[in-house]
């Protein structure tokens, strides 16, 4: 009778928990813009060490301190870990959603980190000018805004790293296969992209200035062949007179 009683307690406890986080999700999903924005998923498995993996790489080549941002960094996954090993660099979270990002505070600070903050805030209003490396899990509705963002905002040397879902109007790296839960999926590794030098186009008083200076150069050059011409044509003639005075001389 006490182990039934037990069991019940169990399966109510489970019950409960899983209503309560379905209600969560709900309401997530309706104040993320039903699905502008990603729900809080924690990053987990293969695909999360294969980030921080990445992640590391780019750390550990800079001597002076980075900039580190997660956008839509939920309880700190990613950032934590990061943190927790490298304290010369600077880690900040932006989360939209209160509960996740209070996990991550609390997270925090019983780990004692000190170079590590979490803002709320929406991250396609934030500016990321500064940051070194970015790292986003972001859904396919918002790649296309979001990179258009980071590719006028990012500086040259910033690194880009996207989650399972591709960035638009970034410079591709390269693509990482990896794995969640043993379904394959791609980390995209990106950069801000070159400009593309355009030439400038000739207003059109420069074009009409451009072809009268080249009508006035061809009027000149005629006039300076006529000129010539008639200088050629007058030259026989001094021959004749030096003829005329010969003559008068040997008939005196």
């Not at 699905?35 to 990445?54: A, N, Q, W």
């Not at 996990?103 to 209003?125: P, R, S, W």
């Not at 918002?142 to 040259?156: D, N, Q, R, V, Y």
């Not at 693509?175 to 394959?184: D, V």
Request: hydrophobic content about 40%; overall charge positive; some cysteine.
């Amino acid at each position: 009778m006490c182990c039934n009683g037990l069991l019940i307690f169990v399966a109510l406890f489970f019950g409960f928990s899983a209503a309560v986080y379905l209600i969560y999700q709900a309401y997530s999903f309706i104040r993320c813009g039903c699905g502008k924005y990603g729900p809080f998923v924690s990053s987990y498995g293969k695909i999360k060490e294969d980030i921080l993996d990445e992640a590391r790489t780019v750390l550990k080549k800079s001597k002076k301190t980075l900039k580190v941002t997660d956008l839509g960094c939920g309880s700190g996954a990613l950032l934590l870990p990061l943190a927790k090993e490298f304290p010369q660099h600077e880690f900040i979270g932006l989360e939209w959603d209160v509960v996740p990002l209070t996990m991550g505070k609390v997270k925090a600070k019983m780990a004692g980190l000190k170079n590590i903050t979490f803002v709320k805030g929406n991250y396609m209003k934030e500016s990321h000018k500064d940051m070194d490396l970015i790292m986003c899990y972001v859904l396919k509705v918002t790649g296309e805004p979001l990179g258009k963002k980071l590719a006028k905002e990012i500086k040259e040397t910033a690194v880009v790293i996207s989650e399972m879902f591709p960035l638009y109007h970034l410079k591709e790296v390269k693509q990482i296969q990896s794995s969640l839960a043993g379904i394959p999926e791609k980390i995209f590794i990106y950069k801000k992209p070159v400009e593309k030098k355009t030439e400038k186009k000739a207003s059109p008083k420069a074009k009409t200035s451009t072809v009268a200076k080249k009508k006035t150069t061809k009027v000149a050059a005629k006039t300076t062949v006529a000129i010539k011409k008639a200088t050629t044509k007058k030259a026989p003639a001094k021959k004749t007179t030096t003829t005329k005075k010969k003559t008068t001389k040997s008939a005196k």
